[in-house]
């Protein structure tokens, strides 16, 4: 018996001690806070249950929580939080009774602050729980966990900016910031919030990335992840989406009644869809023909025999006359010389005049000042101008891209045919007056194969020994083929292109970004006798103390190699640059694919954006955007933005203005002002936007811009007014004070702002310079032999502010030749050949350089 007793008497005695202690603990607190509370008879042998218990709470910032207990019957009621007694102190009690049941009702509170979780356990799980008492037993309520609530800034993954084909399925991804409780996570296009529930071509999966399930012209935007919770909401960078529509080729028409030639044919259209956006040209052929069987030709069976033996003397008597006329033609250009290419002599004085120096008498210049004492008597070569010739000039085998008239008779065969001494030759037979089939047949070949085939942004010509000049319009981009730079008795055809950054990628390591267009011209591998010049534009300050600025060029097999380092050129190698304020000159003596990427030395260096502002043509809602891009200030994306605009259906609607964007790691902020309230106002939920530093430094993505969403009250407001800025985190910025009528103002996308180039996109012979071919030649012969007195090519360097290059000019067998280059790529769309003139005269040669200086003059 002691022993079944002993467990008993213990329980008692630790149940009694249980009691003694809460009535000392309960003594302690005023009769306000008393948790006990003495029961009739007839509920004394109920236990207590809980009509509220404690829940889950975060703590906002500082602000602490209040937990809730309530129960009955209960005579106390005290929490306990991580095992630990609170304070009854810190108890607020309240007495009432259930009318229902005349039970009496007991309600505790606490309050749980920010700094009792951090103490305790800092940002781990704090748990509280209440426990109530009866004369007959005691019950615990459920914990309840006591959070800090935080969302943090970063989001552990970004969307990513996308063009994307129409139809084609899109995958944007969104990991939001870390956070307590979790973020929920919404997606917004253009800052409207995106419901897939209204429309069912979006899907937000469990993991918070947004699927677009066919992508739509109107899909095109800024996509923003938004997370948010208790605490915050954060944004993510914006995405850009640009769906671009590809060509596909139209039905096969029926074909054509057999023709005299007994051939069918028959055709289809690039139209269903037609490209758009940036889209890709239809591939594949749009006219196709075949032979006509023996019934369908028209012509007799029976006179077969003698049709082939007319046709076979007709061929054997044109080939003798061609023959004929190529050696009378080979014969004459030996005889002739130089003359033979360039029509008079009149053409020695185009473009030139006297410069203030009046001729004595007729026939004879006046003399020149006096020289030094230690050169000798001169030896005047003067040439009078013809004015009565009219002035002619050479005319080579060309046809400029534009030209859908000209058709020239070209073999079907490869364009270029290596010979074993690795010279090149046109071939005879049809050239397609399509300038689309040019590209595509270079692509079909095995160098060929990067050469895209935007036929828009390239051009092409047939070049000889006197040179040439290919052009892409309104990019900057120009290649200058100088006279002899391709060999004598060679004849090459020549491409230019500026390749899409889709297209070609461009691997960039680390902190590097893309300075310049990537621009090819080719082929490949061709000879040249000297180097031809390629101009493009870059984005950066120029400041080579700033930089360390390499010139990349694609090898055969496709990887990119480091050419040279701008500002320790070597004028050994094959490659040299001449470097502006806005545009980086090539020398270079092999053809291929180029592009700039420069590196920062330190936080001062800085690139140059372009800052453009779009909006919709016509408006017929109440909303009204405005298109802010934030591009390379280089004119070949100016353009591309300008052309995807126009077929957008967008407007210009301010000049456009340069921002240097700083490698100081900060992003870069736009914001709108000064709206006025009573008619507009915007419907951008933060007070700015923001685009990632990196976004723009690698310069990868080419129309990076942020839309703003503004809503006019009524239909009837047209005017805005407005402040639009912007700038780079703790360094300089724009602002475009905007005035203009939203219904009225039409201004074209070929505004004064986009320098149309009517130029002609190649030019061969003479007319592709502005100096003559002999004048030229006669500048060269009188400025290459140095002279004491420095009145040679190193004072022409320097009048032309090119001494930075003397070594280089130097090393070449005529300096005065490859200075003259240069000075034509420079000035080809601006230069005034007079002042080339009074340059020569400056240097002691007033005649203006129709004379010639003899080796015994120094």
């Not at 009690?93 to 606490?110: F, G, N, S, W, Y």
């Not at 996509?223 to 769906?243: D, E, G, H, M, P």
């Not at 054997?316 to 050696?327: E, G, K, P, Q, R």
């Not at 030996?334 to 410069?355: C, H, N, R, W, Y």
Request: with cysteine; net charge negative; glycine share 6%.
């Amino acid at each position: 018996m002691p022993l079944r007793r002993g467990p008993f008497v213990r329980c008692w005695f630790s149940a009694a001690l249980l009691l003694l202690g809460l009535a000392a603990f309960s003594s302690t607190s005023g009769s306000e806070h008393a948790a006990t509370a003495a029961l009739p008879a007839a509920f004394s042998d109920l236990l207590p249950h809980f009509l509220v218990e404690p829940e889950d709470e975060y703590i906002v910032k500082n602000k602490p929580v209040t937990l809730t207990c309530r129960s009955t019957p209960a005579t106390q009621i005290y929490f306990k939080c991580n095992s630990e007694w609170v304070n009854q102190n810190d108890h607020v009690i309240e007495r009432t009774v259930d009318p229902a049941t005349a039970l009496p009702v007991m309600q505790v509170t606490i309050e749980v602050t920010r700094q009792q979780v951090e103490k305790v356990f800092g940002l781990n799980e704090y748990w509280c729980q209440c426990v109530a008492w009866s004369t007959t037993g005691t019950q615990k309520s459920q914990k309840a966990y006591i959070r800090i609530a935080y969302l943090r800034k970063n989001f552990e993954e970004e969307p990513q900016s996308k063009e994307v084909a129409l139809d084609q399925e899109v995958l944007l991804r969104c990991h939001p910031p870390e956070g307590v409780p979790q973020a929920e996570v919404e997606w917004q296009r253009n800052e409207d919030v995106l419901d897939p529930v209204n429309d069912p071509n979006f899907f937000i999966t469990p993991d918070h990335n947004l699927i677009i399930k066919k992508a739509r012209l109107v899909d095109t935007g800024n996509y923003t992840c938004l997370a948010k919770n208790i605490v915050a909401r954060r944004k993510s960078n914006s995405a850009t989406v640009l769906v671009y529509v590809d060509g596909g080729w139209s039905e096969w028409s029926k074909w054509s009644a057999c023709g005299a030639d007994c051939s069918m044919w028959r055709s289809r259209e690039c139209s269903q869809p037609s490209p758009g956006t940036g889209g890709k040209d239809c591939q594949g052929l749009d006219l196709q023909s075949i032979n006509c069987t023996s019934e369908q030709c028209p012509q007799t069976v029976s006179g077969a025999e003698d049709v082939a033996l007319y046709v076979g003397m007709v061929a054997v008597a044109l080939c003798l006359t061609l023959l004929l006329i190529v050696v009378v033609l080979v014969y004459r250009r030996k005889k002739e010389g130089l003359d033979a290419d360039v029509a008079d002599s009149s053409i020695l004085t185009t473009g030139f005049q006297p410069m203030g120096i009046k001729p004595s008498k007729p026939g004879v210049w006046a003399p020149r000042p006096r020289r030094p004492p230690h050169c000798k008597n001169s030896h005047l070569l003067t040439i009078q101008p013809d004015l009565t010739t009219t002035t002619t000039s050479y005319q080579g085998t060309l046809r400029s891209r534009h030209d859908t008239t000209g058709k020239f008779s070209m073999s079907n065969g490869p364009l270029l045919d290596p010979l074993p001494n690795g010279s090149h030759t046109l071939h005879n037979g049809k050239l397609n007056s399509d300038p689309a089939e040019f590209v595509s047949r270079l692509s079909t070949q095995t160098y060929f194969k990067t050469l895209p085939r935007d036929v828009a942004n390239t051009s092409y010509g047939t070049f000889n020994f006197l040179g040439g000049r290919l052009t892409i319009p309104n990019t900057g981009i120009s290649l200058l083929i100088p006279p002899e730079a391709i060999p004598r008795g060679k004849i090459y055809e020549i491409y230019l292109t500026v390749q899409r950054k889709e297209d070609l990628r461009l691997p960039l390591a680390g902190c590097q970004t893309l300075l310049s267009p990537i621009v090819s011209c080719g082929p490949p591998g061709v000879v040249l006798s000297r180097p031809v010049i390629l101009s493009m534009d870059h984005c950066f300050d120029a400041c080579l103390d700033n930089w360390a600025v390499r010139l990349k060029k694609q090898n055969y097999e496709g990887a990119w190699e480091d050419v040279l380092l701008m500002g320790e050129e070597l004028v050994s190698e094959p490659y040299y640059c001449q470097l502006e304020a806005e545009t980086c000159r090539l020398f270079t003596e092999q053809l291929g694919t180029f592009a700039l990427v420069g590196e920062s030395l330190h936080m001062g260096a800085a690139k140059r954006l372009r800052l453009v502002l779009f909006s919709d043509a016509y408006c017929s809602t109440l909303e009204y955007n405005i298109r802010v891009y934030c591009m390379d200030d280089t004119q070949d994306v100016f353009k591309e933005v300008m052309q995807m605009e126009r077929q957008l259906g967008g407007r210009l609607i301010d000049e456009p203005h340069v921002l240097l964007f700083k490698d100081s790691y900060h992003n870069l902020r736009l914001s709108i002002h000064d709206m006025p309230q009573a008619h507009w106002r915007s419907k951008l939920l933060a007070g700015y936007q923001e685009i990632p530093f990196y976004h723009i430094w690698n310069g990868s993505q080419r129309y990076l811009h942020c839309t703003f969403t503004l809503e006019r009250l009524s239909l009837s407001t047209c005017e805005l007014t407005c402040q639009l800025c912007v700038w780079q985190v703790e360094g300089e910025g724009q602002s475009f004070a905007l005035d203009f009528n939203i219904a009225k103002d039409t201004r074209s996308l070929d505004s004064e702002f986009l320098l149309m180039d009517s130029n002609a996109t190649a030019l061969a012979g003479p007319s592709a310079f502005q100096i003559p071919y002999l004048i030229r030649q006669k500048i060269c012969s009188s400025l290459d032999a140095s002279c004491p007195n420095g009145a040679d090519w190193r004072m022409l360097a320097q009048r032309l502010k090119l001494e930075r290059h003397m070594s280089f000019f130097a090393s070449k067998a005529s300096p005065t030749s490859v200075i003259l280059d240069l000075w034509e790529a420079q000035h080809f769309h601006s230069g005034n050949i007079n002042q080339l003139a009074t340059v020569m005269a400056d240097i002691g040669k007033q005649e203006a350089m129709i004379f010639l200086v003899s080796d015994g003059e120094c």
